[in-house]
Structure formats: structure tokens, C-alpha cells
């Protein structure tokens, strides 16, 4: 019995613990008095420990893990230079697909409001920030002191400060070995905490859930699947119509043929719920595409680490969400944040289960929202977790074929099946 409980993913542990803490809720709120709910030690006691608990352990690691995460993403693509406008291009495009992502998702939940009906106003402790305008945003990305910033958790200029430091580390490499592996060796410090954070999570998600629907009962339900439908929604759109459109636009390829190749590549995302492991399958299959493996080796595991266009979907749609819950009206200056911010979150934070709820809360401080919202849709992101990142390598390979392309490094006739892939690119060494 014990060795089965051992097998249980950290995932599915994630998704038990919101059940059994909304079921707990929903009996206490159908069968308990109210003023017993908001009395009880129970409720306001133990629940709120647990969960209030599990989100301070978070917001700890928001900071040091997105700085060091930066820095060390930032410094490793030092290697551009060597590949000229190849790496250029390929973080363009990553960038500017995640950007599209997150503007999207905000653009859905804006229109289907999945926060609404879910009245969290009460267990509101922050106030949001949408008074600033556009020039007083850029202003405060600035860092004046960022060792102040870096204390106090202002997010856009720890952001800033960590992609100058990283440039820097990127330009100075062979005299800054000592500095590189310290900010290494501090990341590998941070996600291995993160490890141990998350362990925690079935616990804090079933207290979280077992508070909230003690006072909110089924009417939290419609929010919740709302939320669900406009982040798949998001993602749909992502992959079968902004990726196939961008194809098309920059390549004139036909996305069909992509995806009959590509298909066995995102159902492997789907089960593993892991870009870093569908590496391998996935520069076979762009091989197979005619994408010259020179190109690929590259762009992949780079893609692999900044583009989250998946993540920055779940993000999006969880910020709608949550100001929603909450009765704020993000301005159009919070907005702009959102997406600037998501995009910097994609750098340099994979490799970590959930990771992508960690980087929520820095997205949620980006704009003053209380981060307690996490808690309620932190159960069911395992399973949202396995389509996006399904898409993530989705736009990872889509990427690589339009880089490819205008590098006229993709042979067309494999693309579109008249050559065996085996015949091509196999003495290429250099661009």
C-alpha cells in the first residue's frame, strides 16, 4: 500500500488535495452554521495556516528564483554570436509568440470572465495597481537601488537588473568564470528549494480549497470551470491558429503535413508534462521535417527554456481571473505589465515541475494582486499543465521550421514528403 502511494505523482497528489479539500468545503458551508465557519478554529485557524503557509513559502522563492533564473538564462546564450543571425532571429520569434500568447489569454478572459460570481473580496490583502500610468511604469522598471529592489520584491526592476547582469555575464564570460558559477550554482540552489516547496503543495492546495469553499459553496464551481475552458481555449488558439498562421505568413508551408509528422511529439508533452524530456522526440521529428539538425540543436533546448507560450496562456487568463474574484479593474498600464512581465517569466524558468505558478506569483506582485487566488486553481494546473506544455513544444518546433527556412537551412522536398529525410543534411558542419 505504501509503495503505491509512493508512485502517485506530485501532480496527481496536487489534484487529490483539491478534491478532498473541496469536498471538505462544500460539507462544511451545506451542513455547518456560518457564523461557526467564520469562527471555527478550524476554518480560521488550521486552514488558513496551512494555506496561508504554503503561499508565503512561494512568495519566498518568487524573488532569488527569478533573478538567478535570469541571469543564468540570459549569460548561457552567449554562443549567438558564433551562429549570426540564426539566435537573433530564434529568441525574436520565441518572444514574440509568448507575447501573443498572454495578450490572447488576457483578450479571452477578458471577454468570458471567468472570475466572475467568485467573490473573493473579503480574503483580498494587497490592493491592485492600476493607477500608474505608462510613463511611471517604465520610470519604476528602472532600478534605483537594486538591492532594495531585490528586498522588497518589486518585480520589474529585479527583472531589468537581472537581463543586464546576465548580458554582461554573457559579454565578460571568460573573466567572469567565478560570477557565472555562482549565479549556476545559485540556480541550481533555487530550483532544487523549489523541489522541496512543492512537495508541500497537496497539502496548502487542500487547505486553500477546504477555506475558500467553506465560505464561497458551488457557486465557486462556474468560476473555476470557466477558468478552465478560457485557458484550454487559449491554448487551442495558440496551436491550431496562431503557430499554422505564423507558418504559413513566414514560410508558405502547409501546416497540415506538420502536423501529421508532429502529432506523436505533443502527445509525449501531454503525458510527460516536460519540454526537457520530449527533446530527443522532437529534434527526430524536425529532422524528419528536412530542418537540418545544425539549426535544431539549437533552437530546441533553447526553446525548451524561454519559450512558454503555454505557461504564459495559464498566467494571462489566472491574472483576469483572480482581478475578477477580487473586484479589480486592471487598467490598461496593469495589462502592458502583465504581458512584459509574463514574457520576462518565460526566460530561464524550465526544468521544474509547476514552475510556472511560482513565476504566477512574481506576474501577480508585477501588478499588486493578492496571490491567495493561486491557491484555488493550483489543483487543477496538473492537468492544464499537460496540454500547454504540449503546446510550448509545439511552438518550439514551428519556430525552428521558420528560422530554418529563412535560413534556407530546410529541405522543402523532405517537408513535403517527395525525399527521405535520411538523404538530407547529413554532411552539413557549418551554416
Known amino acids: 500500500m505504501i509503495s503505491k502511494l509512493k508512485t502517485i505523482s506530485l501532480g496527481n497528489w496536487m489534484l487529490i488535495g483539491m478534491i478532498l479539500g473541496f469536498i471538505l468545503g462544500i460539507l462544511l458551508n451545506l451542513f455547518v452554521a456560518d457564523t461557526f465557519i467564520k469562527d471555527t478554529i478550524l476554518v480560521n485557524n488550521v486552514f488558513y495556516l496551512g494555506g496561508t503557509g504554503f503561499i508565503r513559502l512561494m512568495k519566498m522563492l518568487v524573488v532569488p528564483l527569478v533573478f538567478f533564473s535570469i541571469v543564468v538564462g540570459v549569460a548561457s546564450i552567449s554562443d549567438i554570436k558564433k551562429i549570426g543571425t540564426i539566435g537573433g532571429r530564434t529568441i525574436l520569434i520565441y518572444l514574440i509568440t509568448t507575447a501573443l500568447a498572454v495578450s490572447i489569454a488576457l483578450m479571452i478572459a477578458s471577454v468570458i470572465q471567468p472570475g466572475q460570481g467568485l467573490n473573493m473580496v473579503g480574503l483580498a490583502q494587497g490592493n491592485v495597481t492600476t493607477n500608474a500610468t505608462i510613463t511611471d511604469t517604465v520610470l519604476n522598471m528602472i532600478p534605483e537601488n537594486p538591492f532594495s529592489s531585490l528586498a522588497n520584491g518589486d518585480m520589474l526592476p529585479v527583472i531589468i537588473f537581472g537581463l543586464l547582469v546576465g548580458i554582461i555575464l554573457a559579454k565578460l564570460r571568460e573573466e567572469t568564470d567565478v560570477v557565472n558559477k555562482f549565479f549556476e550554482q545559485g540556480n541550481s540552489i533555487m530550483m532544487e528549494m523549489t523541489r522541496i516547496v512543492m512537495k508541500f503543495a497537496p497539502i496548502g492546495i487542500f487547505c486553500l480549497m477546504a477555506k475558500t469553499f ?146 504566477l506569483t512574481m506576474v501577480f506582485n508585477s501588478v499588486g494582486l493578492p496571490v491567495d487566488a493561486i491557491g484555488v486553481i493550483m489543483g487543477i494546473d496538473h492537468i492544464l499543465d499537460m496540454v500547454r506544455t504540449a503546446v510550448n513544444v509545439t511552438g518550439d518546433a514551428i519556430c525552428t521550421i521558420i528560422v530554418s527556412f529563412k535560413a534556407h537551412l530546410i529541405d522543402l522536398d523532405v517537408y513535403n514528403g517527395r525525399k527521405s529525410p535520411t538523404e538530407s543534411w547529413d554532411d552539413i558542419t557549418e551554416f
Not at 231 to 241: E, N, T, W, Y
Not at 261 to 271: C, L, Q, T, Y
Open 214 to 359: 467553506a465560505s464561497l459553496g458551488f457557486e465557486g464551481l462556474l468560476p473555476l470551470a470557466k477558468y478552465i475552458g478560457c485557458v484550454l481555449l487559449g491554448l487551442a488558439i495558440q496551436a491550431f491558429v496562431v503557430y499554422p498562421s505564423l507558418l504559413v505568413i513566414m514560410t508558405r508551408l502547409n501546416p497540415i503535413k506538420f502536423f501529421r509528422k508532429f502529432i506523436s511529439v505533443m502527445f509525449f508533452a501531454f503525458s510527460s508534462s516536460t519540454s526537457n524530456a520530449t527533446i530527443p522526440l522532437n529534434l527526430e521529428k524536425l529532422s524528419e521535417l528536412g530542418v537540418s539538425r545544425e539549426v535544431s540543436s539549437f533552437t530546441i533546448p533553447l526553446g525548451a527554456t524561454i519559450n512558454m507560450d503555454g505557461t504564459a496562456i495559464m498566467q494571462g487568463c489566472a491574472v483576469m481571473f483572480a482581478a475578477q474574484a477580487y473586484g479589480m479593474d486592471l487598467g490598461l498600464t496593469a495589462l502592458i505589465t502583465v504581458v512584459f512581465t509574463a514574457v520576462m517569466a518565460s526566460i530561464g524558468t524550465a526544468g521544474v515541475p509547476s514552475v510556472g505558478l511560482i513565476t
